[in-house]
């Protein structure tokens, strides 16, 4: 019931019509049973500093950033946490009375969604594709998942060095190869995951796929960050070379219910039924939007 103690969350982006975000945290708030509903806002680059002036002056208790705007709330915060620091990107902006508090909760997102399988990353060889924003959560993740090696390649260049470069200067990982696009075969030959952190193969451009057709092998995991649709053309080549794979939905859950913990102060968790209602509920979401 929507009273006068209701919390209010959201999401700002521009656009954000498409965002899966008021689903997923209705879902949770409903599940955990916090008085709160979690709404989406579109605002505009120029309307950002606005924005945050009306989230004091209304007191909204959390805010998801989605593009175009992670980078440029970072001006806007009072604290930043390390991984923001870090990053210099924030997609979770948290009221407190002595000011907004910035967070990323994508490297969280991405390891806690490999459940399992992040035993497959210890002393393994991963190829990254791609060198944008999700690229960098990803690097961030692999400090921690002690993986023996790390490929980068990017259809531009000087953006996966830039991005490998930043990586050992301010991420402290060691060594991050950047791959030239003839080098790409041998090194998916090479690795034991590769991650898709492209937005090859996302909807509505599902016809445009990497070029790893007869090359993938069952050895390979294969985790694509893309969760719409569910199977992109990787993940389906994947599981057409028996190699095993994994779609973004997961780590969209889990950095969202991250989010949740730290707006709430809570330690609320997901079990694995909890994930498969969840899961069901935002296919069901993605299919009639
Ligand atoms: N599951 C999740 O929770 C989650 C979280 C974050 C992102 N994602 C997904 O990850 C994807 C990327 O997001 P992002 O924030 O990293 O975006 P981004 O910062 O805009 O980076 C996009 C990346 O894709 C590459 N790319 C785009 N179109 C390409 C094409 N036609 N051929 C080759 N490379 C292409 C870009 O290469 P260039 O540098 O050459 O342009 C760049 O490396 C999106 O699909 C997004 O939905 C999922």
Partial sequence: MINTKTKLFGVIGHPVAHSLSPALHNW????????????????????LRNAFKGMQAFGIAGLNVTLPHKASVVDYISFASPQVRHLGVANT???????????????????????????????????????????????YALKDLECSEIM?????????????????????IGSVSVLHSEQLKDAVNDAEIIVNTTSIG?????????????????????????????????????????????????????????????????????NSNDLELLTAHLIREMQNS
Avoid at 107 to 130: C, H, M, N, R
Avoid at 159 to 170: P, R
């Fill in 93 to 139: 902006i948290k009221y407190t009375e002595s000011g907004l508090q910035g967070y990323v909760t994508d490297p969280y997102g991405f390891t806690e969604s490999l459940g399992s399988q992040k035993e497959k990353f210890q002393d393994a060889s991963v190829l990254i594709l791609g060198a944008g924003g999700s690229a960098q959560s990803i690097l």
């Fill in 202 to 270: 996302m909807h509505p451009d599902t016809g445009n796929p990497l070029p790893f057709d007869g090359i993938l092998k069952p050895s390979h995991f294969v985790y694509d960050l893309i969760y719409n649709p569910l199977q992109t053309p990787l993940l389906r080549m994947a599981e057409k070379a028996g190699a095993s794979w994994q779609h973004g939905l997961g780590m969209l859950i889990f950095q969202g219910l991250r989010s949740l913990q730290i707006w709430t102060d809570t330690d609320v968790q997901l």
């Fill in 28 to 47: 949770m708030l409903k599940h955990f049973d916090f008085n709160a509903v979690y709404v989406a806002f579109d605002i505009e680059p120029r309307l």
């Fill in 152 to 172: 980068l390649y990017n259809r531009t260049f000087e953006k996966a060095l830039q991005l490998a470069a930043k990586a050992s200067e301010q991420l402290g």
